[in-house]
Nanobody
């Protein structure tokens, strides 16, 4: 499974960005896709995920109410709409996929999101 992210960039605090991810290859083995992020000097952390099979959507507490994940199972694509961005949202954002949300183990290369204060 190959994952390709797009949409990162530089934005001022309070602004918005939209990330996209497209999966290709053996996508029939993935029914969950999502996003993790890693800030400089910090561990990688979960952001949001969607499960096609369970109809489940999950968010990290730190992004609830500001970020919205959406997806198209037929096209194997997801998007992350990020609003009210904060400097602490600055990180490399990775698209992930797997059979379940708990077992997402395919990773994209990442896209940089930088929020200036």
């Amino acid at each position: 499974v190959q994952l390709v992210e797009s949409g990162g960039g530089l934005v001022q605090a309070g602004g918005s960005l939209r990330l996209s991810c497209a999966a290709s290859g053996r996508t029939f083995i993935t029914s969950a896709m999502g996003w993790f992020r890693q800030a400089p000097g910090k561990e990688r952390e979960f952001v949001a995920a969607i499960s096609w099979s369970g109809g489940i959507i999950k968010y990290a507490d730190s992004v609830k109410g500001r970020f919205t994940i959406s997806g198209d199972s037929a096209k194997n694509t997801i998007a992350l709409q990020m609003n009210s961005l904060k400097p602490e949202d600055t990180a490399v954002y990775y698209c992930v996929a797997g059979r379940l949300i708990a077992t997402m183990n395919y990773w994209g290369q990442g896209t940089q999101v930088t929020v200036s204060s």
